[in-house]
């Protein structure tokens, strides 16, 4: 669609419909699902996301697509890039605003809604845009979304560091089932670019490695989707571990940390899509009702709903993992061993 090829975008919905036709004919039209996959480039405008639209020189196009979408129950599916967002705006806070990482949040003005990472951001402005046009009941997919680990010398963004935060904690909060804004309590089924690096893909070396492995087979690095080695081939007895056999660690504020720096952990652990209605008025950690008590709960309960990983009770260097036992009355604060 973004070819200028009038001829091309003409028969792309014909060939759409060509092969669901073919599945009809062999029964698997109710199982298998058909459509095509579009880049943000479709979109004229995707900020704020609640002002989400298609380019009008695709409308007519989209609408024809949509409608074969909503009638046959087969997706839209698009590649929101975080990455393509940040380097065309390098400042330190888009960045931890790309990576799923601690920031201010971006509040979209027509809305009020805070976002606190890019791709909810961007598939919000997607649903936004097909609501626009009346499909706004059309599933979403993302077809691809990733980060370079490795590019140019010229190019700013692509690094182990940075690529590992986007796809973990792309996963982590895909996993939350918190869902955007505009669509929560679901998780938007997402695919990964790439499994294997595309290494004859023309372009700035950033192109040519999305891979989580080299085509070598060697893992590029490692985002916590492998399945351990160490898994036994019988279950062992007791299946479950006793209470004791595992040290329990809690996530909690370090001493002296300000006011200021407790409310961005407070807003940040809580706008993860982890539940917060403990430390709300009647919850059961409301009282007392203090910024730090608020806070540590917070804090605590990102990072056991985060795999209990040690980076995730970081919380720019305000936190810091404790073997004694917060909990009080009848708050509860979820604990987890210091392994997985």
């Given at each position: 669609?973004?070819?200028?090829?009038?001829?091309?975008?003409?028969?792309?919905?014909?060939?759409?419909?060509?092969?669901?036709?073919?599945?009809?004919?062999?029964?698997?039209?109710?199982?298998?699902?058909?459509?095509?996959?579009?880049?943000?480039?479709?979109?004229?405008?995707?900020?704020?996301?609640?002002?989400?639209?298609?380019?009008?020189?695709?409308?007519?196009?989209?609408?024809?697509?949509?409608?074969?979408?909503?009638?046959?129950?087969?997706?839209?599916?698009?590649?929101?890039?975080?990455?393509?967002?940040?380097?065309?705006?390098?400042?330190?806070?888009?960045?931890?605003?790309?990576?799923?990482?601690?920031?201010?949040?971006?509040?979209?003005?027509?809305?009020?809604?805070?976002?606190?990472?890019?791709?909810?951001?961007?598939?919000?402005?997607?649903?936004?845009?097909?609501?626009?046009?009346?499909?706004?009941?059309?599933?979403?997919?993302?077809?691809?979304?990733?980060?370079?680990?490795?590019?140019?010398?010229?190019?700013?963004?692509?690094?182990?560091?940075?690529?590992?935060?986007?796809?973990?904690?792309?996963?982590?909060?895909?996993?939350?089932?918190?869902?955007?804004?505009?669509?929560?309590?679901?998780?938007?089924?997402?695919?990964?670019?790439?499994?294997?690096?595309?290494?004859?893909?023309?372009?700035?070396?950033?192109?040519?490695?999305?891979?989580?492995?080299?085509?070598?087979?060697?893992?590029?690095?490692?985002?916590?989707?492998?399945?351990?080695?160490?898994?036994?081939?019988?279950?062992?007895?007791?299946?479950?571990?006793?209470?004791?056999?595992?040290?329990?660690?809690?996530?909690?504020?370090?001493?002296?940390?300000?006011?200021?720096?407790?409310?961005?952990?407070?807003?940040?652990?809580?706008?993860?899509?982890?539940?917060?209605?403990?430390?709300?008025?009647?919850?059961?950690?409301?009282?007392?009702?203090?910024?730090?008590?608020?806070?540590?709960?917070?804090?605590?309960?990102?990072?056991?709903?985060?795999?209990?990983?040690?980076?995730?009770?970081?919380?720019?260097?305000?936190?810091?993992?404790s073997s004694n036992n917060p909990s009080y009355n009848a708050c509860t604060y979820p604990s987890g061993s210091g392994s997985n």
């Amino acid at each position: 669609m973004t070819s200028g090829d009038q001829n091309l975008m003409n028969k792309l919905l014909p060939a759409m419909q060509n092969v669901q036709n073919a599945l009809n004919d062999v029964s698997l039209g109710g199982e298998i699902k058909v459509s095509t996959v579009h880049s943000m480039g479709v979109l004229k405008q995707s900020e704020p996301p609640s002002s989400g639209s298609f380019d009008p020189s695709y409308e007519d196009l989209m609408k024809g697509l949509l409608g074969f979408n909503n009638a046959t129950a087969s997706p839209f599916a698009i590649n929101p890039y975080p990455y393509f967002a940040y380097r065309s705006d390098t400042r330190p806070e888009t960045l931890a605003f790309c990576l799923f990482q601690q920031n201010a949040g971006r509040v979209d003005g027509n809305t009020k809604i805070k976002y606190m990472n890019m791709f909810d951001a961007q598939v919000d402005a997607v649903f936004s845009a097909l609501n626009s046009i009346g499909f706004k009941n059309v599933e979403i997919v993302v077809a691809e979304t990733g980060w370079p680990y490795k590019g140019d010398d010229n190019e700013i963004g692509p690094s182990i560091e940075n690529a590992k935060a986007y796809n973990g904690n792309l996963i982590a909060h895909l996993r939350s089932m918190v869902g955007t804004p505009l669509m929560p309590g679901k998780s938007v089924d997402t695919y990964l670019f790439a499994l294997y690096d595309e290494d004859l893909k023309p372009g700035p070396g950033s192109e040519r490695s999305f891979g989580l492995f080299k085509p070598d087979l060697t893992m590029a690095y490692n985002v916590g989707l492998s399945k351990s080695s160490q898994t036994p081939a019988t279950p062992k007895t007791p299946t479950n571990p006793s209470p004791t056999s595992k040290k329990a660690t809690w996530c909690v504020p370090k001493s002296g940390v300000s006011d200021a720096q407790l409310q961005d952990n407070l807003d940040y652990a809580c706008g993860r899509g982890i539940d917060c209605s403990p430390i709300e008025p009647g919850g059961a950690c409301f009282e007392p009702n203090t910024l730090a008590s608020h806070a540590a709960y917070a804090m605590n309960l990102f990072y056991q709903a985060s795999d209990k990983n040690p980076l995730n009770c970081d919380f720019s260097q305000s936190a810091t993992l404790s073997s004694n036992n917060p909990s009080y009355n009848a708050c509860t604060y979820p604990s987890g061993s210091g392994s997985n």
